[in-house]
C-alpha cells in the first residue's frame, strides 16, 4: 500500500511564500504521476499541477508562473513552491499519486493566506 504524506502547511501573508512536501512510500519513480490539488470547502478539488515519471509538468492556466512542481527522486519526495501567495490561494492542499489506474491520496495540508 502507499502511503502519501503532505507537510509545510501553514499561516502565511499575502505576497509571501511556502513550500509543501509530498512524501511518498516506495519510490516515487514507479508513480505515473504525481500531482497536486487543492479543495476549497463546498468545492471541487481542482488541479494545481503534477509531473509524470519522464518529468513532463501541466499546471492549471490560473497558476502557472506562481506555482512550481519539482521531484527528488533520491528523497521520494515531490514539492509545491507557491510563490506571490493570495487570500483565495487558501485552501486545504492533497498530493495524489497515480499507479496505473490507482490513486493515492494523502490527508491534506492547510494553506492559510492573511490579506
Known amino acids: 500500500q502507499v502511503q502519501v504524506v503532505e507537510s509545510g502547511g501553514g499561516l502565511v501573508q499575502a505576497g509571501g511564500s511556502l513550500r509543501l512536501s509530498c512524501a511518498v512510500s516506495?519510490?516515487?519513480?514507479?508513480?505515473?504521476?504525481i500531482g497536486w490539488y487543492r479543495q476549497a470547502p463546498g468545492k471541487q478539488r481542482e488541479l494545481v499541477t503534477s509531473?509524470?515519471?519522464?518529468?513532463?509538468?501541466s499546471a492549471s492556466d490560473s497558476l502557472r508562473g506562481r506555482f512550481t512542481i519539482s521531484k527528488d527522486n533520491a528523497n521520494n519526495t515531490v514539492y509545491l513552491q507557491m510563490n506571490s501567495l493570495k487570500p483565495e490561494d487558501a485552501d486545504v492542499y492533497y498530493c495524489?499519486?497515480?499507479?496505473?489506474?490507482?490513486?493515492?491520496w494523502g490527508q491534506g495540508a492547510q494553506v492559510t493566506v492573511s490579506s
Open positions: 495524489n499519486a497515480r499507479y496505473r489506474f490507482t490513486y493515492y
Open positions: 516506495g519510490s516515487i519513480d514507479n508513480m505515473d504521476e
Open positions: 509531473i509524470t515519471r519522464n518529468e513532463y509538468k
